[in-house]
Every structure is written in structure tokens, then in C-alpha cells.
T-cell receptor
């Protein structure tokens, strides 16, 4: 079974631009979560999507948004990029059986650099 | 509020030594889940173990073992006879039951195994 895939793997943008990152979950997984990893703040939860609905959201500004499609694939968007948005963005998927915190499996990440 | 503390920022050992990575967590929930992930230099988080709050049995998987103690809110990870390939950053994470897959991560422990 294929793992979680993320595209692109590397991205360079300039301040003020916007960016869209894509994540394809493991087949059959219904939940997709996004995390931001930086040297200073570590791994921080951005949001989680389940059945095309945002189920939980971390403490990030509204410039960070996401969506999930009917095939469970997910995208996240960051508008008006700032230098501090430079980070590794990790996507994770899980079966999300009702009432349980299932194991999340992570993709390789997208390395975003904002100049 | 949920919190995970990994007090050891970096550990360096010589091959074949045993090493224990500490993890202390905080949660108000009685039902929760604990995880360990490994992040090699490639960046992808690799799942190692998931444990629920009602299962305090220690677990062993090859050279890896985990000690879960609710009395001290700790979930420590031991690598026996370490190898160079064990060099990575190891993260402990916590998830509370409640219809979301959100993970709260510790800051990670960087393990370097020298030949």
C-alpha cells in the first residue's frame, strides 16, 4: 500500500505570495492532518480534515487554510507569505475510526522557503 | 491543557550502548493515547508505537522497548544495543480522545549514535 504523498517536496517563494501544498493520504484513510515544523516552535498542529470538513484547528492565523476533497486528498494554502512561514509542512493521514485517536502516518513533507 | 515534555534535547552514545529517551506528559483526560515517532535526516516522521491510557503494559519490539507509567505520567523509550542507524530525532506525542486526531508533540530528542 502506498504511503502518504506530498507535493511539491520543495518550494521557494517570496514574501507576499501565496502557496498551495497538496497531500494524498493512504488509501482508505479518511482523516488528513497538517503540521508545521520549525526549529524554534517544533511540530505544531495546523488543522485536521475529516469527510471534507475541518474537524479541528490549531492556533494559526487565518492566512493558513485548507480543504479536503471527496477522495480524501487535501490541500493547504498559505496566503500573503511571511518569512516566518518558512518551515517543513507535514501531512498525516489516519483511518479515523469513530471515538479513537488512530495512528497517524506522515508524508515526507514539503520544505517551504520564503525569501 | 495537553503538554509533552522531552527534557533531553540531545544525547550522544557509542554504538552498542543502551539509551533511554524520556517523555513526560500532561493531560486532564482519563482516555488518551501516547505515541513515539522517529524522524531521520530525510525528514519523514516514522511511526514507532501507539499506546492507550488503559494499557500500562510495557512493550518490547526487537531492540526497542517502552515503559509507560501513569503514576509519573511518563512514557519512556529505550533502545538496547544502539546502532548508527538509530541516529535520528525522536518525538513523543499525545492525543486526547474526542473526535479529533490532533497530536501534541514534545520538542524531540536528537540521538546520535557514534561508531
Amino acid at each position: 500500500k502506498a504511503g502518504v504523498t506530498q507535493t511539491p517536496r520543495y518550494l521557494i517563494k517570496t514574501r507576499g505570495q501565496q502557496v498551495t501544498l497538496s497531500c494524498s493520504p493512504i488509501s482508505g484513510h479518511r482523516s488528513v492532518s497538517w503540521y508545521q515544523q520549525t526549529p524554534g516552535q517544533g511540530l505544531q498542529f495546523l488543522f485536521e480534515y475529516f469527510s471534507e470538513t475541518q474537524r479541528n484547528k490549531g492556533n494559526f492565523p487565518g492566512r493558513f487554510s485548507g480543504r479536503q476533497f471527496s477522495n480524501s486528498r487535501s490541500e493547504m494554502n498559505v496566503s500573503t507569505l511571511e518569512l516566518g512561514d518558512s518551515a517543513l509542512y507535514l501531512c498525516a493521514s489516519s483511518l479515523a475510526l469513530a471515538g479513537a485517536s488512530d495512528t497517524q502516518y506522515f508524508g515526507p513533507g514539503t520544505r517551504l522557503t520564503v525569501l | 491543557a495537553q503538554k509533552v515534555t522531552q527534557a533531553q534535547t540531545e544525547i550522544s552514545v557509542v554504538e552498542k550502548e543502551d539509551v533511554t529517551l524520556d517523555c513526560v506528559y500532561e493531560t486532564r483526560d482519563t482516555t488518551y493515547y501516547l505515541f513515539w515517532y522517529k524522524q531521520p535526516p530525510s525528514g519523514e516522521l516514522v511511526f514507532l508505537i501507539r499506546r492507550n491510557s488503559f494499557d500500562e503494559q510495557n512493550e518490547i519490539s526487537g531492540r526497542y522497548s517502552w515503559n509507560f507509567q501513569k503514576s509519573t505520567s511518563s512514557f519512556n523509550f529505550t533502545i538496547t544495543a544502539s546502532q548508527v542507524v538509530d541516529s535520528a530525532v525522536y518525538f513523543c506525542a499525545l492525543s486526547e480522545q474526542g473526535g479529533s486526531e490532533k497530536l501534541v508533540f514534545g520538542k524531540g530528542t536528537k540521538l546520535t549514535v557514534n561508531p
